[in-house]
């Protein structure tokens, strides 16, 4: 266990509002990313519609840096995509391959100093790095960097990522051993960098002359590759291939580095695979329904943990409904599966955008809600199985059930998609810590109770592994549902007090 | 037919760009408003959760306006409602009363000029307007107060309104007889107002002392009416109304002026009513499905659209899906109906903000599709019927039916909940000009063959009003299926040249 | 008297701070003002030009409204000219004459929506109006307004008067008579304004065919006429003239109107002249040394003061310095006259912007000086003539001859070219109430020891007037030093209480 | 020489603007830098009004940062001093020691990422520097870093200077030895710095526990150092520490490193100081006249220099004139030492800011000038001497002695107050290329003939020295007028491009 926890920090301006989590309860993702080599297409251009098809991984801050092959060129700031981006900034976004990057801040305060790509400039020309995930043994690696007297500007992995990489791989040598890079000096290092760094990532690395795309040894991001006539893309979601018309090849290996330039796409062992242990939540709900991943079909997934939900904790009930909009093909399957009709029942915004306002007291009483109204007509009378994708604190799911109720539900059943969330992840999903998880604190009664429901069942483990894949021929990370975690996590991390590892605290050694 | 046309004029700082359609083919509607009387809580506040519930309605700019009985407070923006207020620009909007206005511009260029609640002083303390519709004799009213010699300062109906009603009611005279407005001077002005105005309005108003609830003689554009406990609110639909827990009282009749002062609620007849022409595309488009409109529930309405659409155009098919979001509760309808079953076939992304990056021609070959994905799985080998809501340019329809089939349907038969579209409309819906209507050009079968689908079938307007309002109690403006205008529309109009009512031809008389 | 001041009220989004005075005791003016008719030219650039060289005049905001013979574009925002303008946003004043003005706030608070120049929309086309000085009877003049049914929507006069012009000069003719306008009906109602309306006011007006130069009966407010190659110009100052190289003819008359169209210039009488009064500040302060006024330089009158000042009140002294930059002419003209040396003592930062960061009391305690430095090496052991223009409150007279001292100067004679002030102005000028006015409350032997000098004169009435006007013929308004002011002036302005008249206070009646 | 330059480069966004000249002819300096270290002040206060009186030496960026003894606080922004902070921004600042900086762009684009002072963590917790100066040797430096694995995300010398300070002394070592350090790791970083580091620098230094202020070896760069009650300052010049009331203790001598802490201020040996070459054109006209430089106030030295060009180039005259600002203290010595009156004669806009808007060529033709005006009464038919400081690129003198002329001067004698400039600067100074320099292409004769003058004579240099300083005791670099440089200077910075060594050219090698 290490104690260098407080060299996380960083220097800010002023501390911006932390983004609210309002009526979500949801995990939240750490990045979308984007990467693509084609001559002759206007490749800024291209990763702005990557990246507005990433939007759901990432809301804080977007991010495209291009390269000519000579100099680079990087344009970032908070805010959406179809916000930022306008044609005078894509302009200068001058050449013939870019990455790209969408973020939700997790580690790092939110602050346009951290959003990403990161830019540096090296011994051998630009480079920049496109990273979603976390590290775990970044702080280590920061003591590293510091004591090789390399400066740091930000508390991101993806600073810590391109100095790694800025140094000839040699200097982490003892770390390592040259794995066949065919002389690409930057294989040599990334394949460095995979030696000394744990935890989960993915990432999209630009240098002068190709696009790297690579992926951690678990696998535990989703990294896709397509091909387009003239050049090849990588993105985080196939949805994004989808949009720019990419033809869909293979998701890059655990453990694989894959290199797009004039050549084509080549891979290479970044390091040794370990067993595939993908977040199983890109199933449940960070990925978009329209999105391939690991050969299965998100919507085709999710419909199926409906059907298996229905087997595993059928219910008499007049109507099915889902929570929009991620929980809409579960409770499609569990109707198909139990025969009981499907329709809807919740409206949803469907212009939420971060709002600091919330209800004064006086109005909370008055019961104003901003995220959904019912279909009292849809549910008058009726008796209704509600299905969710997943519960973590628990803080909507007794308002939501209250609602339908209110709008004259006879009976609320409520069926989650998901085990029971136990435990909090620290390979970058920005959950909860232990108290605040409602699985943590009360067993499935007590949560029944609590949310005032007249029935819940969560999906079993087994039982949401069959749904996901069939064969069960693929595995997952579900350290959350079982405490498991694939990665050995220092102690500290334990403690329940991320929150105060703010940079205040941190400059100070 | 009047020349007066040319008196729309306004004179601005630099044309800002016209927002684009993109990848939508729905008319705009042309606002949303609310207003409430509450002493005792944060009506500014209130406002806000009321505007966020009405976004759909408009989305270009927002305000709120209110009164503490003495002075007047307004704070108003570009952007989305959840963009533009904080707690910083909430504070100063002190009172207890309110209005609040979401804009999507029609007539009148893109600035926050023409922003609303359009405020001025007058000899009776404050006056504030918020107004969702169009004034057709606009131009002529414009004459009479230049005539007047009262100068205007913008290019909206909401400023002429304001200024109409800062004269005494006596001005107007020639043109009215007082009703019987108990002694409240702004009773007497607002119904001289509505005896010289013509269109389609509906007014939410703030003074000094009240606030006033205006609909036009036809009802053209809803407003309806609620109970806090501590007071009274309006707002253009009820799903307002649900998100700030206000109880539905009734809709504003037509020709009704409803005002909230400290004496509860008091109607005054405004002007004798005209038969009820409530726009049909409230209905079938504008209207949040969780709303009620006229005693009909939105979402109940489109899922009977469906069902009719079944009944008059069945068809052999495998899978129904809709255009999401507005026509999934009729492809529900059509589902039930049919015995097809219904699943998701199109993903749309949640983001869509407005942007004005677009393809360019190599990525447009290469395919890039901004705003759907579909899915696969679900379509493969399926006879598929898409169901839409409307058809206004076809520019869309085209892309939707040739991305289902890239997908794998086998067949693509289109239904559309409404009839041919075939006139523009003059009441303030931005839909389009004759010559861009794809159903004043072409047949049912060109249009079929335009867009490349199977089959095509619209909604008959018998099958579509039947849906609406079963025993056919209400009626309603369909003038751009018909042609029948229920306001006499002046001829210049119809030219087709709204585009170039530009305020640069305008000034010059 | 009256009791309608509670009319001057307005409704704005949230109060803006109120620029501080800072280290600067000096009377505020009101406005600079200019307008082009010049076929041909770049009259947006031009205009930019000369408010660039008016910028002393008004810092706060800044506007151009240009007409192209049909329609009017205008461009304003806070901020200096340098900073507000730019080739694009000038770029869409098209036309071939323009406006422009810089605003200074004096009543009315500091928001753009009280920006100048203020245009709308007439029976006649556009109307423009930048406006120089205050109207003494604005109040009533609101009264009127509203009670004619118009409705205002700022608190500004410019408002004010756009709306007197719109209206047909027969509404106000209970109050006037034609005048000989030729048939031009603008002349008509310039003159109906001049009639009704009491104060201080010079004019730029744009309409669809004409600019017009308007000056109050008084002549209170400067108003130059010039020739160029192209056209003609009318600026609040002929440094204007010369910064774009227009020819001074002439300046506007006191109540006379002079219209540029494109029959060149043309005279007009707006009403019978008055006893001239121009404001004598213009000389002492707020004009430019290189403008021309009244025939006179104001560099030259302002070093003919100082050797005024040297005779009415010689002193044995080593070296004369001025307080820059205003005081330097008079300091060289006390040097010339005295012949004792002149040199510069003070190095005043020449960057300075409005800021309100102020030191706390530890940093005021440590004797932190904003403004001025001193030069010791020209100050120490000397006996120091200490030369400014003006004292109005006296708060930075005092810390001036502390700092000279502290440079090691033997004695510090301070000399003011400007009598004592002891009334307030109610003509448009910033000035101060009675009880901050430092004449006010001392007599010149108290005030001598309230700054703490070694002598102190003030430049006598008499002294002034004939320095600046060499053979008296002409005359100024010098209410501030004798309270004889040259329009009456409604009782409750003197009431001290002007800081009150908010708009809250205001829309209630 | 060196083909290393490529590596300057860097990568932005968008090219922002070049900041125009304007009808400016001065060479532009780099920076204004200060430091504090005074527990129990508001430093970041004192911070601000320090950079408001070194406002002069820098307008492009501003930035303070701060440290507490834990965590360090920055905050930057581009603009000027009185526009980028306010209570909002500086209250977030906390802790007992600041550093501030004020940025003229010389080499680096303009653009927000190179504001300084430039902040880093290490393994010895938060950096900063803020840098006046320029690094000849940067890019044989940067390779250096590169080479080391070290990654750099700006083209500033400023992060090439953190990053040289953030690795242990060793690192270096090769190229110092120890130099009595006392144990304080950052004195020998700084040596290790100075050892390897070439050119002009003056820097102010923040970490956890002190603030030191260095100056290279031959104090090219001013650095003063003040005693405040609380603590010490160190600022740029002496006007900064007058405005904060800072009593003047001694300059930092060349080669000096100066500690404030806890322990008051220690003074260090960095390297061995050279010969003394501080730029002589802080006398010219960097510094403000208030400065105490090397122990001559500013002013006098100015004073001086006048009175030795009279000596020099008498001239029978009428008046002395000077082009406001910088030449007023030499034409006041000029008319003191010829008995020939001081007057002004031209007004100088006192508002200037940075303005891209120029007058088109029909303006041009008209004679639009933006900055200066002549006072013709002053002028008209006298004999005038002109004095200016210097000329560069002797674009604004012949316009000068033209406009001079048109005001009515019957002859105009040019006096300028230092050598001809006829070699560039490579230390910082952004002044010109060879072939940009008019007294690289023209003898003093056709100088004459270009700006028209009747006569025109340079300040020797010798005279300019002995002005300067009267016993000749200090040296100066003087190299733009003699071409012998006190630094080495690689020889492809001779080549007159470098305004080509942009970023684009860079990245690639």
Known sequence: MTKKHNTLGGNVIAPESKAEH???????????????YAPGLDVARLAFFALYALQHRGQESTGIATCDGQAAYVHKSMGLVSQVYNENNLAPLKGHMAIGHNRYSTTGSSHIRNAQPYLIETMHGPLGVAHNGNLTNASDLRSQLLERGVGLSTTTDSELITQILAAPATVWSPYCKPNGSGGDCWIDRIQAFMAVSEGAYSLAIITRDAIYAVRDPRGMRPLSIGRLEQGYVIASETCALN?????????????EIVRLNEAGITSFEGCPPEKHTLCVFEYIYFSRPDSLLDGQVIHQARQRM??????????????????????????IGFSLESGIPYNEGLVKNRYIGRTFIQPDDRLRQQGVSLKFNTLAENLQGKRVVLVDDSIVRGNTSGPLVQLVRGAGAAEVHVRVCSPP????????????TYT??????????????????????????DGMLDAICQHRSATYCTACFTGVYPISIPDWLFEDNRDKLYFEEVWGI
Chains 1, 2, 3, 4 share one sequence.
């Open 436 to 461: 605040e998880l409602i699985a943590h604190r009360f067993d499935v009664e007590g949560i029944k109770k609590q949310i005032g429901a007249d029935s819940l069942h969560y999906l079993s483990l």
């Open 22 to 36: 309002l009526d979500d309860d949801h995990p939240r993702e750490a990045c979308g990313i984007f990467g693509v």
């Open 243 to 255: 949009t720019i018309n990419a033809h869909f090849i293979r998701d890059v290996a655990p453990g």
């Open 421 to 432: 969330i136990r435990h909090p992840c620290f390979m970058g999903i920005d959950m909860a």
């Open 306 to 331: 409906g059907r298996q939900l229905a087997c595993e904790a059928p219910v008499d009930a007049d109507l099915v409904i889902g929570v929009p909009d991620s929980a809409i093909p579960a409770a």
